[in-house]
């Protein structure tokens, strides 16, 4: 199975931590389903040209969040993610990347009206292109 993580390599963000958000995030929006078979850590970790080490650390990390299971000799599969659950982590997401914006903003010295007034200009531009 491929799955379709994007590792940056000249990013100062751990190669694990890449690899574990985007992985969350397709499991999480349900672009892989539950039951799904993930690759062997070796399969994974050969098609991202990483170590067995990484993708076995993702995959411990995730299955403590519930959201891989492993079954001794057969393998390790996506879980039952709850509709709860997809609602929070988008709400979470969403959340987390427009605080990041606005203490962008605040530290260049935007006003709170200027930053409101860009939001919705660029709310407005992402949303005319997708109708």
């Known amino acids: 199975m491929w799955i379709p993580i994007q590792i940056n390599e000249t990013s100062a963000e ?14 999480v ?7 799904t078979l993930l690759p062997s850590i070796r399969e994974f970790a050969s098609s991202l040209n990483c170590s ?3 993708v076995r650390r993702v995959y411990q990390d995730l299955e403590s969040e519930g959201l891989l299971r492993t079954r001794q000799g057969t393998g390790t599969f996506v879980a039952k993610v709850g509709e709860s659950e997809r609602d929070e982590f988008k709400r979470g997401t969403v959340q987390k990347a427009l605080e990041a914006a606005i203490d962008t903003g605040k530290s260049v010295q935007y006003t709170e009206e200027e930053l409101k007034t860009l939001f919705l200009q660029i709310l407005a531009q992402k949303y005319s292109k997708e109708s």
């Open 52 to 54: 067995a080490i990484t």
């Open 29 to 35: 929006s349900g672009q892989i389903e539950e039951g």
């Open 14 to 27: 751990p190669l694990y931590h890449q690899i574990e958000t985007q992985l969350r995030s397709l499991i």
